[in-house]
């Protein structure tokens, strides 16, 4: 009989169905998937949903809750979600543990296929209610919505099953009368995964990816993306996904983490969301080195400091807009954000004025309003802290337009440029996480001293882009800017990474830069093992080299 992993490695000759970036629906009216979406928003924004800890299957509602609300209209509640126990944390552990054993001797292309019908169902019957739950509760337009928990998700989900078909393919060379195997074996122990608010694809990527190659997982998701999140897991279970191999933890995250992070059967940390939480969870896992079977993976894309640098060359028109798009879209709270913005004196009224003028048209309010470019930041916290940036600007920059806040019905804060003299500004240098973009107006002769004050401003490296016409311009910041970002950008925003064709990470404070969408993520959660098989072993110990002279 066959042991498991040769089944693998021979099942690895299958072929997943071909795969393609899902085509983003435009929900313009009159649109069929307009009016659908519509009535799945009117339906579900007078639901209540009563969101359980979901550990091995089963569905736990302790008692201990919270509300999920709107972002734009923070008196309206969409449901409840349970905070897990620690007991529940506990016997996650021991669901992973339960699970792991069957579900990683699963060949790959049936665990594969898991994911395939989630996608599937996803780019058809499940499409609304994930839009309509991520619009709902994180305040994202319509389009924004369908690009991240739609697209986005159903991409990761095909393409990952694409790369595990090419990875366990990857086989050493055999002589002759020897086999050479790799077996591409997962964790051993769970992976926790922690997911943010700002991303629904995030949620299922970062529990899914270590699933698919093996791994059983505990997922702690944001708790201001609880109804996202929550559907997420329920698409998971309608694919197929058998009980143990996802179990979905909501709760606190101090005492969660506590618990997880201090366990023998640490496997690995896929993470997504602040530099500091990261630093935190390394600090805690690295004093902690001999409680673990095994070095835990720990995989993480943390905070960004965005940037665009135009060049004299630079189109005007096709700048303001990568600048009003990447700075303003889903309020500024994509890690990817354009957050800084270095523009030539030579350049800077035109384009200051075409942003003015964009950013007074934009909509901003309730995301059912599909006139709406803008919808509120995720909670108060979220609007206190930009706040804070707010009276900085007032203190040390001029605010060129918007500027306001408001939270009496929801948390909006207006699209805002603000224009700063000093490049080491705290607004340059700072993660802000908001509809708020910092320009330095530099004179044109010094393009390239200023492309290496963008290098050194920020401790990120997460995206960037340059805006230049010239040639030699792009050459130039290719050279002065290839590590500040690990998305780079040319004469585009620094938003909108595709699974499949940018694979999405950055280093330095921005995390690990395991690139998200690629199959180098998912190398992250095997353990490779080499295999020598021989099939006329010699019998006689000595060498041809050790005969008579």
Same mark, same amino acid.
């Given at each position: 009989?066959?042991?498991? %992993?040769?089944?693998?490695?021979?099942?690895?000759?299958?072929?997943?169905?071909?795969?393609?970036?899902?085509?983003? +629906?435009?929900?313009?009216?009159?649109?069929?998937?307009?009016?659908?979406?519509?009535?799945? @928003? =009117?339906?579900?924004?007078?639901?209540?949903?009563?969101?359980?800890?979901?550990?091995?299957?089963?569905?736990?509602?302790?008692? $201990?809750?919270?509300?999920?609300?709107?972002?734009?209209?923070?008196?309206?509640?969409?449901?409840?979600?349970?905070?897990?126990?620690?007991?529940?944390?506990?016997?996650?552990?021991?669901?992973? =543990?339960?699970?792991?054993?069957?579900?990683? +001797?699963?060949?790959?292309?049936?665990?594969? =296929?898991?994911?395939?019908? =989630?996608?599937?169902?996803?780019?058809?019957?499940?499409?609304?209610? #994930?839009?309509?739950?991520?619009?709902?509760?994180?305040?994202?337009?319509?389009?924004?919505?369908?690009?991240?928990?739609?697209?986005?998700? *159903?991409?990761?989900?095909? %393409?990952?099953? &694409?790369?595990?078909?090419?990875?366990?393919?990857?086989?050493?060379?055999?002589?002759?009368?020897?086999?050479?195997?790799?077996?591409?074996?997962?964790?051993?122990?769970?992976?926790?995964?922690?997911?943010?608010?700002? !991303?629904?694809?995030?949620?299922?990527?970062?529990?899914?990816?270590?699933?698919?190659?093996?791994?059983?997982?505990?997922?702690?998701?944001?708790?201001?993306?609880? #109804?996202?999140?929550?559907?997420?897991?329920?698409?998971?279970?309608?694919?197929?996904?058998?009980?143990?191999?996802?179990?979905?933890?909501?709760?606190?995250?101090?005492? *969660?983490?506590?618990?997880?992070?201090?366990?023998?059967?640490?496997?690995?940390?896929?993470?997504?969301?602040?530099?500091?939480?990261?630093?935190?969870?390394?600090?805690?896992?690295?004093?902690?080195?001999?409680?673990?079977?095994?070095?835990?993976?720990?995989?993480?894309?943390?905070?960004?400091?965005?940037?665009?640098?135009?060049?004299?060359?630079?189109?005007? $028109?096709?700048?303001?807009?990568?600048?009003? +798009?990447?700075?303003?879209?889903?309020?500024?709270?994509?890690?990817?954000?354009?957050?800084?913005? /270095?523009?030539?004196?030579?350049?800077?009224?035109?384009?200051?004025?075409?942003?003015?003028?964009?950013?007074?048209?934009?909509?901003?309010?309730?995301?059912?309003?599909?006139?709406?470019?803008?919808?509120?930041?995720?909670?108060?916290?979220?609007?206190?802290?930009?706040?804070?940036?707010?009276?900085?600007?007032?203190?040390?920059?001029?605010? *060129?337009?918007?500027?306001?806040?408001?939270?009496?019905?929801? /948390?909006?804060?207006?699209?805002?440029?603000?224009?700063?003299? $000093?490049?080491?500004?705290?607004?340059?240098?700072?993660? *802000?996480?908001?509809? %708020?973009?910092?320009? /330095?107006?530099?004179?044109?002769?010094?393009?390239?001293?200023?492309?290496?004050?963008?290098?050194?401003?920020?401790?990120?490296? #997460?995206?960037?882009?340059?805006?230049?016409?010239?040639?030699?311009?792009?050459?130039? &910041?290719?050279?002065?800017?290839?590590?500040?970002?690990?998305?780079?950008?040319?004469?585009?925003?620094?938003?909108?990474?595709?699974?499949?064709?940018?694979? %999405?990470?950055?280093?330095?404070?921005?995390?690990?830069?395991?690139?998200?969408?690629?199959? @180098?993520?998912?190398?992250?959660?095997?353990?490779?093992?080499?295999?020598?098989?021989?099939?006329?072993?010699?019998? $006689?110990?000595?060498?041809? !080299?050790?005969?008579?002279?």
């Amino acid at each position: 009989m066959m042991s498991d %992993f040769t089944v693998a490695s021979l099942a690895a000759r299958r072929r997943v169905p071909a795969v393609v970036n899902e085509p983003i +629906r435009s929900h313009a009216p009159g649109t069929p998937e307009r009016a659908s979406l519509k009535q799945r @928003l =009117a339906s579900m924004a007078g639901e209540h949903v009563d969101i359980p800890v979901i550990v091995n299957g089963k569905e736990y509602r302790t008692g $201990d809750t919270a509300p999920v609300v709107m972002p734009h209209d923070h008196a309206h509640v969409l449901g409840t979600w349970h905070k897990a126990t620690p007991e529940l944390v506990q016997e996650a552990i021991a669901a992973t =543990a339960a699970a792991r054993d069957e579900w990683s +001797r699963w060949a790959w292309e049936d665990r594969a =296929a898991v994911f395939l019908r =989630a996608a599937e169902l996803l780019s058809t019957t499940w499409r609304d209610t #994930l839009n309509a739950a991520t619009m709902l509760g994180q305040s994202k337009t319509a389009f924004q919505s369908e690009i991240d928990a739609a697209c986005e998700l *159903i991409d990761f989900f095909r %393409f990952n099953c &694409a790369y595990v078909e090419d990875l366990y393919g990857e086989q050493p060379l055999s002589e002759k009368g020897v086999w050479n195997q790799t077996d591409y074996r997962p964790l051993e122990g769970f992976v926790y995964a922690v997911s943010p608010f700002n !991303f629904t694809a995030i949620g299922g990527n970062l529990s899914g990816a270590p699933a698919l190659v093996g791994n059983t997982v505990i997922w702690k998701p944001a708790q201001t993306a609880m #109804l996202s999140g929550y559907y997420v897991m329920k698409l998971l279970e309608a694919a197929g996904l058998p009980p143990g191999v996802i179990n979905f933890v909501p709760g606190d995250p101090v005492p *969660i983490s506590d618990a997880l992070l201090s366990h023998a059967d640490l496997g690995g940390v896929h993470f997504t969301g602040s530099t500091t939480v990261f630093n935190s969870m390394w600090k805690t896992i690295g004093s902690r080195m001999g409680a673990y079977r095994s070095y835990p993976r720990i995989v993480g894309e943390t905070g960004g400091k965005d940037f665009i640098m135009a060049h004299a060359s630079a189109d005007v $028109d096709a700048l303001a807009v990568a600048i009003v +798009r990447g700075a303003f879209e889903y309020q500024g709270q994509k890690c990817s954000a354009c957050s800084r913005v /270095y523009i030539p004196q030579s350049l800077w009224a035109g384009v200051r004025d075409r942003m003015v003028a964009m950013m007074a048209d934009i909509g901003m309010g309730d995301v059912r309003d599909f006139r709406n470019f803008m919808g509120a930041v995720i909670d108060e916290k979220s609007f206190t802290k930009i706040g804070g940036y707010l009276d900085e600007a007032r203190a040390t920059g001029t605010i *060129i337009s918007g500027g306001t806040a408001s939270k009496d019905v929801g /948390y909006f804060v207006a699209p805002t440029l603000v224009q700063v003299e $000093d490049p080491g500004a705290r607004l340059l240098c700072e993660e *802000i996480f908001g509809p %708020f973009v910092t320009a /330095y107006v530099y004179p044109d002769d010094q393009y390239v001293e200023t492309m290496k004050v963008v290098d050194r401003t920020s401790p990120y490296a #997460l995206t960037g882009a340059i805006f230049a016409d010239d040639r030699h311009a792009v050459r130039l &910041a290719h050279t002065h800017l290839r590590n500040a970002a690990g998305n780079f950008y040319i004469n585009d925003k620094c938003t909108g990474a595709v699974v499949g064709q940018q694979p %999405f990470g950055g280093a330095r404070g921005s995390g690990t830069n395991d690139k998200a969408g690629s199959k @180098l993520n998912l190398l992250r959660w095997v353990s490779a093992r080499s295999i020598k098989e021989t099939f006329s072993p010699p019998k $006689d110990y000595r060498y041809p !080299f050790m005969g008579e002279e």
